[in-house]
DNA sequence: CCAACCATGTAAGCAGTTACATGATTGC
DNA sequence: GCAATCATGTAACTGCTTACATGGTTGG
């Protein structure tokens, strides 16, 4: 149930396609929620379905129409009540994890290069984030203090990473030493 | 596929039943993964229908039946492949940000309380993980020796929560402050 | 010429949640 | 007496992933 109101809290925010939308999920809120484009186009037309959404079709030259989708009135009090519910608790399922807990099934060299690889992705994802936190802060002052509280999950994704990369650079110590 | 290799893991570790798994899921692997009761029994059951599990069962007095099941060769052998191959990246879904990125439908007080629950658990998470570290350091040292690598996701989850509490902490301040 | 981007969708299948079902024992 | 723990399951449903489908434009 929690898609529905990332949805509508983006395009609150902006209006915009089911294209648009699942661009914004990789670019803003990729630290804390991820969608591929058949769960963003299903979604839309359910909150069509349901009222909490008005769509728009906008031709364009040398593209495929665009359906803009924009919050309702009902749109904005469903979001407006849901935000102030306490959150379901988040799922937290991460793969790597469960190999490395499996760790007595690898000799040094193979768990080195799974814990590498693992690191190169978070520091990738680090970048990414710190590229967006310096977007952010070098964009509208107007839009940065309208959603400071938005801005703030980024702040938390920064340092998350940052946590995860210095375990993983101990680790990878550690593994050489052994 | 994780849940059937977290499954085996745990097996390989030590044979148990549904019932003992899930509990072992909640004490020692929660902090990267979870997963219903229901979910254990049928991935049990799928296991032991391809093969990778033994079942044998053992009478209680007073109790009902235990099926403890353990890994067959083939069980081992799964694992083995799995664990070296590169794991599917983490999903992260956690809507309690959501609602914070929607933050401009909140005034500072409902905020603050959003903020303080989630603050609430973390600091029950983070002491439960603290407990169950100094369980394994007081523990059987050949046992943290031969599984030290499941110890260290241990220690991230550790550090994560920590990252996690210093971050609500100072968000806590901020709400104060406006 | 090929890949990447723009733009929207359908269909099948697997993963995960919620509700229901049973029944004995232990501790407050 | 009631809740919690032990112990296992079925059924229905919702959420998510993977594969398939179409077709034009832009840049190297």
Redesign the pocket.
Known sequence: ????YAVLTLLDIEPG????L??RFERSVSHFW??????M??E??RLHDEGLLDCTEQP?A???????YALTEAGREALDVWVQRPA?PQ?I?EPFLIQLFAGHHLDNAQARELVQRQLDRHRALLAGYIEQNERALKGDPERLERYWLAHRTLLLGIESEKTWIAWAEKLLQELDRR
Chains 1, 2 share one sequence.
């Open positions: 149930m929690s898609l529905r396609s089911g294209y648009d699942k661009r991820s969608a591929s484009h058949q769960q186009y299903r839309l037309h364009q040398g593209k495929p129409d665009k359906k803009i379901p799922k399922r």
